[in-house]
Nanobody
Framework: VQLQASGGGLVQPGESLRLSCAASGSIFSINAMGWYRQSPGKQRELVAVSSGGSANYADFVKGRFTISRDLAKNTVSLQMTSLKPEDTAVYYC???????????????WGQGTQVTVSS
């Protein structure tokens, strides 16, 4: 199983950016997909997660970020608007999924994509 993230880049404060992540491989079922981020010197923090048709967001992105999933394509996207310099971080997608032939759900991670918000 692999998670491939894309869409990071350099933007100015107030601008928007969209991240995407695709899960591939022998996947039987996906329970949840979402995004974490990590800034230099800080711990990794949860940004948003989509599970069971609902979405949950960290307080610091509520009203600015929107998470969406395509269940048929095993993808998750994060639409980020009104970006701030403090949103600068490496963003990691994750999936809690069950591989074909397995009876347990495990977490899998993408490689991370850099988002830089600077004027």
């Amino acid at each position: 199983v692999q998670l491939q993230a894309s869409g990071g880049g350099l933007v100015q404060p107030g601008e928007s950016l969209r991240l995407s992540c695709a899960a591939s491989g022998s996947i039987f079922s996906i329970n949840a997909m979402g995004w974490y981020r990590q800034s230099p010197g800080k711990q990794r923090e949860l940004v948003a997660v989509s599970s069971g048709g609902s979405a949950n967001y960290a307080d610091f992105v509520k009203g600015r970020f929107t998470i969406s999933r395509d269940l048929a394509k095993n993808t998750v996207s994060l639409q980020m608007t009104s970006l701030k310099p403090e949103d600068t971080a490496v963003y990691y997608c994750f999936a809690n999924l069950q591989r074909t032939g397995s009876t347990v759900y495990r977490y899998y991670w993408g490689q991370g994509t850099q988002v830089t918000v600077s004027s």
